[in-house]
């Protein structure tokens, strides 16, 4: 029943923005944090920012702060991710997942301490 879908990856140039979206049923927002996860090639699946289902706050990896916001639209149960000036080392599959509470401490520790995954979108930054 729980769903979490991903959508608006692509490709763009360095520079470049995207919106990703995570569409959600099955639940509410406002009694699990979201967080959105990236997974480059040969590497680890590496936290990006999360969104407070508690009262909103957002959090962030320090290498994407100034240019990725995290947002969320309750009526629609989806969570944003706007990224600006994006760069290559941006690349990777993007994930959303349902983090265990309602807030967003321990958010970066990973996949141990969320239950539900999408199915990830792919985003290419590439000149």
């Known amino acids: 029943q729980v769903q979490l879908v991903e959508s608006g990856g692509g490709l763009v140039q360095p520079g470049g923005s995207l919106r990703l979206s995570c569409a959600t049923s099955?639940?509410?927002?406002?009694?699990?944090?979201l967080a959105w996860f990236r997974q480059a090639p040969g590497k680890e699946r590496e936290g990006v920012s999360c969104?407070?289902?508690?009262?909103?706050?957002?959090y962030y990896t320090d290498s994407v702060k100034g240019r990725f916001t995290i947002s969320r639209d309750g009526a629609k149960n989806t969570v944003y991710l706007q990224m600006n000036s994006l760069q290559p080392e941006d690349t990777g599959v993007y994930y959303c997942?349902?983090?265990?509470?309602?807030?967003?401490?321990?958010?970066?520790?990973?996949?141990?301490?969320?239950?539900?995954w999408g199915q990830g979108t792919q985003v290419t930054v590439s000149s």
């Open positions: 099955g639940f509410t927002l406002s009694y699990y944090s």
């Open positions: 969104i407070s289902s508690s009262d909103g706050s957002t």
């Open positions: 997942g349902r983090y265990r509470s309602t807030h967003c401490s321990g958010w970066r520790q990973g996949p141990p301490d969320y239950d539900y």
